[in-house]
């Protein structure tokens, strides 16, 4: 299967299958094994052998790799589904982070930032409780919190803008 593996602004594609990988017109041969009662797997591509930890990251094919000491944050995807994305994105133009924004009439529970914190993707920024349930709303994008406008108790309505980022 073909796949797009992202490591910051770098893309590879490669085909993985049972023989190896397949990259660049190189078929390389590979393996890949676990070690038993441990999240170590040991890979083996060409002459050379790593020990990696594979940890999901939230969402689809996000994934922080613990390769021989070292940390990658990686994306992999399958060919269709990396095109997908970059049409998505290339349709929606250039964003900014967006705002967090009640989806539903609540009580502010907790607030987990303040104005001036940098924020992350999927980095939960406000609680809130609506329907006996508590609902963490989390970054769609990296950014810096501009105004926190509530606070713990606050009702809120729906739509309504709790945290503002730039």
């Known amino acids: 299967m073909k796949y797009i593996v992202s490591i910051g602004d770098q893309r590879v594609a490669l085909d993985a299958g049972p023989g190896g990988i397949e990259m660049d017109g190189l078929q390389i041969p590979a393996q890949l094994a676990d070690v038993p009662d441990t999240p170590v797997r040991v890979?083996?591509?060409?002459?050379?052998?790593?020990?990696v930890v594979l940890r999901r990251r939230l969402g689809r094919g996000h994934y922080v790799l613990w390769i021989d000491g070292y940390t990658y944050e990686v994306e992999a995807l399958d060919e269709?589904?990396?095109?997908?994305?970059?049409?998505?994105?290339?349709?929606?133009?250039?964003?900014?982070?967006?705002?967090?924004?009640?989806p539903m009439p609540g009580l502010i529970v907790r607030t987990m930032v303040v104005a001036g914190d940098r924020v992350t993707v999927g980095q939960g920024l406000v609680v809130m409780e609506a329907m006996k349930m508590e609902n963490e709303l989390r970054a769609t994008g990296a950014g810096i919190v501009h105004r926190v406008n509530v606070s713990p108790g606050t009702p809120v309505e729906k739509g309504a803008v709790l945290i503002e980022l730039e």
Do not use: F, M
Request: proline share 9%.
């Open 80 to 102: 269709r589904t990396r095109a997908i994305r970059d049409l998505t994105a290339a349709a929606r133009g250039p964003l900014g982070p967006a705002p967090i924004i009640a």
């Open 43 to 51: 890979v083996r591509i060409g002459s050379e052998v790593h020990r």
